[in-house]
């Protein structure tokens, strides 16, 4: 009995901290899963704005447009190193924790070898069938012999027990041993991916520095391009403003003071998706972020945006972030065509629109396309203008629209 106890406890301690680390390291590899995912799409991003980049070096003109997408390469690539180096820390962690496990294991080979050597020499010694049955024929009463045999029963299971158990330790040792060898090399890939993402990082901020520079001897283009925008941008609030006031003029005829049913449950639906509403293009990149904000190059003048502007590939079609009504179909000067959706208390603006599928009044549904993005063909640049509005509130869409 206290033999069984024994490699019963020992058995047991072995199983305990096998699953004990086993989880610890699941859970650090689970961390290196939600990272590698993030890396993923920086890619997909970094990607994308060589793209982007390349699009613009077509027409062989220095633009802000070049700056924009440059700027969120360098974001980008600075983020990835930072995951990267976040990766190589949770490698550190599973390579330190299966080390641990491999000397645990060798510690528990060894203790295992010399108890089974233990119970070879045992049972070298009493290996005639003579000296068993003087050992059974000793007892002093039935009860004591039947116990004796059942001990000799029992010690023959245990060093079977006992050699199955040096094997599959040697085997789950190996398999640590196979591990740790594969995270090390894996910890040495990233290790690489790294040196080559910081050498692409320096050389994007010395592309970063000259374009700067070539952008300043454009000062007065740049102040011009400042004021197209800002003429643009007041012409379209005022077109979503008219558009606002037309509708309650046109609930005050009705009488309808309040929203119905119907828009008050489409409302209540776009409220709930906030923060998981999708792009109103496929693939893009924020160039321009909600609110006031310093030029990127003109020193001390300040620049005020009511949505955000996201850069895509030429010919991208855009499309309808969620479920409405067309209540606005506009052309802008300086901001080409734009549409206007109603979600209850919501509406949803697309501007810089080269065409447009729909019309005043037509209902729309999730991802359907719109229209199709302009391209400026002196620098290549394809940038849809995105707002959101909760009556006559500007919201920041970057809060509402899935980010990655």
Same mark, same amino acid.
């Given at each position: ?33 939600? /990272?590698?995912? +993030? #890396? =993923?799409? *920086?890619? @997909?991003?970094?990607? !994308?704005? $060589?793209?982007? &980049?390349?699009?613009? %070096? ?124 594969? /995270?090390?090399? +894996? #910890? =040495?890939? *990233?290790? @690489?991916?790294?040196? !080559?993402? $910081?050498?692409? &990082?320096?050389?994007? %901020? ?129 901001? =080409? ?68």
């Amino acid at each position: 009995m206290i033999l069984r106890a024994l490699f019963t406890m020992l058995l047991g301690f072995i199983l305990t901290f096998e699953i004990s680390s086993a989880q610890n390291i699941t859970n650090l590899e689970k961390q290196r899963i939600q /990272k590698e995912k +993030e #890396k =993923n799409q *920086l890619h @997909k991003d970094i990607e !994308l704005g $060589n793209k982007l &980049l390349e699009e613009t %070096k077509k027409t062989k003109s220095v633009s802000l447009n070049q700056l924009q997408v440059l700027n969120k390469q360098i974001q980008a690539r600075k983020r990835l190193i930072h995951v990267i180096n976040s990766e190589i820390v949770v490698l550190n962690k599973q390579i330190v924790e299966i080390n641990e496990v491999i000397k645990s294991l060798e510690r528990d080979l060894q203790s295992l070898k010399d108890e089974y050597a233990k119970m070879i020499y045992h049972a070298y010694k009493n290996k005639d069938s003579y000296s068993r049955l003087m050992f059974l024929f000793a007892a002093e009463d039935f009860k004591q012999a039947y116990h004796r045999l059942k001990y000799l029963q029992q010690f023959s299971h245990h060093r079977k027990t006992q050699a199955k158990l040096i094997i599959r330790t040697k085997e789950s040792l190996s398999n640590k041993v196979s591990d740790l060898e594969f /995270k090390k090399n +894996e #910890k =040495n890939e *990233l290790l @690489k991916s790294k040196q !080559l993402e $910081n050498r692409t &990082l320096k050389v994007e %901020k010395t592309n970063k520095t000259k374009l700067i520079s070539n952008l300043k001897a454009k000062e007065s283009e740049l102040k011009k391009e400042i004021q197209a925008k800002q003429r643009a941008a007041q012409r379209l609030n005022k077109a979503i403003e008219d558009i606002i006031r037309k509708e309650i003029e046109s609930r005050r005829k009705k009488k309808e003071i309040d929203l119905t049913p119907e828009a008050k449950a489409l409302s209540n639906k776009f409220e709930t998706n906030k923060g998981k509403l999708p792009w109103p293009v496929e693939k893009g990149l924020i160039t321009g972020v909600f609110g006031k904000q310093s030029h990127p190059v003109l020193k001390g003048i300040e620049i005020n945006n009511n949505g955000i502007d996201i850069k895509t590939n030429k010919g991208s079609e855009v499309r309808a972030i969620f479920d409405g009504t067309v209540t606005g179909v506009v052309s802008i000067p300086g901001a =080409n065509k734009a549409v206007i959706i109603r979600h209850g208390e919501y509406l949803s603006v697309y501007s810089n629109l080269k065409k447009v599928y729909v019309n005043r009044g037509d209902k729309v549904s999730t991802k359907e396309h719109i229209g199709l993005v302009h391209t400026n063909n002196l620098d290549g640049n394809a940038e849809v203008h995105f707002e959101i509005w909760k009556n006559t509130t500007k919201l920041n869409p970057a809060l509402w629209i899935y980010i990655k």
